[in-house]
């Protein structure tokens, strides 16, 4: 039977290119996402200006709360006591150990053009790299070594907001972008002098490396110890932290696109079994057992699937890098981090493609195989059948599983939380609807059919009458319609709906009219001067942050950790953004904070009360309740004292001020006039303060914008793959028409209206399917049913799905009705 099936193959290329295509295109996608996967566990970063050591010690990147047990990963550099050096340098095998202080060091522009800076170090830790002068000598207390320029030449950095100048006393070549201090001076720079950023170990020859590190990482529990290509993530501590992000995009798409692709492949396997009813009960009927038709078109599978696995490896390689750059390029994914895509990958996606051709084929088989000649005859003409127990046991198993997630949603989760599974709940309600197709597609039908009777009249007859008597024909026409529309409208308007709620509760407190931001960081004495300028009311500094709070009680804060607000004490007519219900922030000094109002209700920890908090450096705070105020449920923070916050993060420096104007007062001017006085000072509006506070969410809605857009052209090629197969088929059908005296015209009218039956049953389907998953998150998150977004987005959806199945439709149809009535015609 394998030869008679490489023989088929000659003859029915349009099915099988469909299915093929199919394959391709899913083994390109799954492929690509395995290798963001891959790219986020292995988190290859080459060392630069550690390489020259053996081992580098850092701080643990992650906090265990009591009674939980998942680690919350921290967000801030941790460090290594220097405490701790000794004990480093006196454990056996270690022939050197160098601490490293690590602090924002800025180019203000004022100096050699070839000179630019953004990281200081000690000059003791150049030897980690190592840097060595190739110019100069080493740095005394007020001058530095750079990568460029002149011994002589002076230079003004940006410190902790306020420039300093420096004598370049040596040339260090290959430290672009570093400049190192004296030690003496570094210490004095750096937020926390009692912390290295890390500490750069050699090892005496001949010693056994696993051994010593070990050993380095039983010195203190809070130590962690890298190895090899692992020494990079301790240059780049945000290269540790965004791998979690990689991971769980590449996680939650690959498996949505998985899922998304052997439902494809399966179902325009299975479509092309289904056109082809009426060979294999010729076959059946010339005396072929069932186990020769199952094994030709099992045969028919694998040929067909194999080759094209290895065609969608080429593209998924390069869909793969791409995605990867733009994740990097906007911030999700650390642009330093090595790009890594193996075979596991391709084993992923070639096994997942050839899994979903060889399932769909057991399945086509199992019917083909076993219905009985003369049977297989009349259903050949009409595919009336599609009604099996598993079928529906399965269908009802997604439904149910879908309604599942929707109480859950609606019940359990709160805020932004509700995405966790309001987003998986959409692919149960498409497959849900998918395998019961025909129900569905018959039940929309009839609401749609007077309408479109009415307007369209004889043709509208005779398209209804066709689709009527083709219910599972028209159920492989709607589902991949539905599909598309319901996929993407979902997570589309998830993404606008979870950004403008965010928004929504950020701004309704907020109540500063301007704001002064700095990359570089904001001079302490900046503050004061702010307060100074007439018809300003208040000012306060403003650092975020994100750490845990260690309370035996369950807080409203989910693994991941609590996010941290730093304000400065004020009044009633203060510019921090939020709304009190209980205490002063006039008392917000020190080791206090001001929490949730349901947070303190729930954990019974109200105003006077002490709260334990990890800040995001892995420091443990106990922090005295002095205020609480109103927050929206997922959307809960805790305010500390911002000198408090902004010395345990990793910079150490305060970017935003917030300023709030007295009635009628504009102090934009003003404030643009104190701003040119401090070099990498700007002045915003309140609108540059909510876009910081929604980047990260605006990030992760353009990458759901990017892959489902991926998802919608892949779901794209299924339609358009199911739509031309069903009309090539339909040529004997078109012929018979013809000769019955119908014109050309005609014929294409009856397709034009079943195209829009088709489109407006898919678009229904698709509609509701994402209702279903939309209102419930709606409600959670915005306190409101109706999802918020433009209508365009719709609207775009709707029309590209209705293209789609018109030209997917006509076109054919108008090839097809080129050629005489007549002449000889076959199926496929």
Excluded at 696 to 720: E, K, P, R
Aim: glycine content about 10%; some cysteine.
């Amino acid at each position: 039977m394998m030869r008679l099936a490489v023989r088929t193959l000659r003859f029915r290329k349009g099915g099988f290119i469909a299915t093929f295509v199919a394959v391709v295109f899913g083994t390109a996608i799954v492929m690509a996402c395995g290798g963001l996967m891959e790219t986020g566990i292995r988190s290859n970063v080459a060392p630069e200006r550690l390489a020259g050591t053996a081992l580098v010690v850092t701080g643990k990147q992650s906090h265990h709360r009591p009674g939980v047990e998942d680690p919350t990963p921290l967000s801030e550099r941790v460090g290594v006591p220097v405490s701790l050096l000794p004990k480093i340098r006196s454990v056996a095998g270690v022939s050197s150990a160098v601490g490293d202080y690590t602090f924002p060091a800025v180019s203000s522009g004022s100096g050699p053009a070839s000179t630019v800076v953004s990281e200081g170090h000690n000059w003791a830790g150049a030897a980690l790299a190592p840097y060595p002068l190739s110019h100069g000598r080493a740095p005394r207390p007020g001058e530095v070594v750079v990568a460029s320029g002149k011994v002589g030449d002076r230079l003004t950095l940006l410190i902790g907001g306020e420039p300093k100048t420096f004598s370049v006393s040596g040339i260090a070549a290959g430290a672009a972008g570093h400049a190192f201090f004296a030690d003496a001076d570094a210490a004095r720079f750096v937020t926390n002098p009692d912390r290295f950023a890390d500490v750069g170990v050699q090892v005496a020859p001949n010693t056994d490396l696993s051994a010593v590190k070990e050993r380095l990482e039983a010195v203190d529990p809070g130590l962690t110890v890298r190895a090899g290509i692992d020494r990079g993530l301790a240059e780049h501590p945000d290269a540790e932290s965004r791998r979690t992000a990689l991971i769980a995009i590449a996680g939650s798409f690959g498996g949505i696109a998985t899922m998304t692709m052997m439902f494809v492949v399966a179902s325009t396997l299975a479509l092309s079994a289904q056109h082809r009813e009426r060979e294999f009960a010729l076959l059946r009927g010339i005396g072929t057992t069932p186990g020769q038709v199952r094994r030709m078109i099992l045969g028919e599978a694998l040929l067909v699937s194999l080759p094209a696995v290895v065609v969608g490896a080429v593209p998924g390689v390069f869909l793969g890098r791409f995605l990867f750059d733009k994740l990097s390029s906007h911030g999700v994914a650390s642009p330093v981090i090595e790009f890594a895509q193996g075979w596991i990958p391709f084993a992923a996606g070639a096994g997942a493609a050839v899994l979903a051709a060889v399932g769909a084929g057991l399945i086509a088989a199992r019917k083909s195989a076993r219905i009985r000649p003369v049977e297989a005859l009349a259903e050949a003409s009409l595919q009336r059948r599609w009604f099996s127990w598993i079928r529906l046991l399965f269908g009802l198993l997604f439904l149910g599983g879908g309604l599942a997630l929707l109480i859950v949603t609606m019940t359990v989760m709160s805020g932004p939380l509700a995405g966790s599974t309001a987003g998986p709940s959409i692919l149960c309600w498409a497959i849900g609807v998918a395998l019961l197709g025909p129900f569905w597609t018959k039940l929309v039908l009839g609401f749609w059919r007077w309408p479109v009777q009415a307007l369209t009249r004889v043709n509208g007859r005779l398209a209804i009458r066709n689709l009527s008597a083709r219910s599972v024909a028209l159920s492989s026409a709607v589902i991949p319609v539905m599909l598309a529309v319901g996929i993407s409208t979902a997570n589309l308007y998830m993404q606008t709906t979870q950004v403008h709620a965010s928004a929504e509760a950020f701004t309704r407190d907020l109540r500063a009219d301007a704001v002064l931001v700095s990359d570089a960081g904001l001079a302490p004495k900046l503050l004061s001067d702010v307060r100074d300028v007439p018809g300003v009311a208040s000012a306060s500094a403003y650092v975020r942050s994100m750490g845990a709070v260690d309370d035996p009680r369950k807080a409203p804060f989910d693994e991941d950790g609590a996010p941290l607000v730093g304000v400065d004490a004020q009044g009633s007519d203060g510019p921090a953004p939020v709304r009190l219900t209980g205490g002063s922030l006039a008392g917000l000094t020190g080791s206090t904070a001001a929490v949730p109002e349901y947070m303190a209700a729930k954990t019974g920890r109200g105003i006077g009360s002490e709260i334990t908090v990890t800040l995001g450096d892995g420091t443990p705070v106990k922090l005295r309740v002095v205020a609480t105020f109103a927050a929206e449920r997922g959307y809960e923070s805790i305010i500390l004292p911002a000198s408090l916050l902004a010395a345990h993060t990793t910079d150490g420096l305060t970017k935003q001020l917030l300023v709030r104007a007295e009635p009628g007062a504009d102090v934009r001017p003003a404030l643009a006039e104190l701003a040119a006085a401090h070099p990498g000072v700007q002045v915003a509006d309140r609108s540059a303060l909510v876009a910081s506070n929604i980047e990260d969410l605006q990030t992760q809605a353009w990458v759901n914008y990017l892959l489902v857009g991926m998802l919608i052209a892949y779901t794209a090629v299924s339609v358009v793959n199911t739509l031309v197969s069903t009309t090539l088929r339909r040529r004997r059908e078109f012929a018979l028409q013809r000769l019955t005296g119908s014109t050309r015209f005609q014929v294409l009218r009856m397709l034009t209206t079943e195209s829009t039956l088709i489109a407006l049953t898919g678009i229904t389907l698709g509609t509701a399917v994402a209702l279903a998953c939309l209102l419930p998150f709606s409600t959670k998150v915005a306190n409101s049913p109706v999802p918020t977004g433009p209508l365009w987005i719709y609207l775009t959806i709707a029309a590209a799905a209705a293209l789609l199945t018109f030209t997917a439709t006509l076109i054919p149809a108008t090839t097809t009705l080129r050629h005489s009535p007549t002449q000889p015609t076959h199926t496929d």
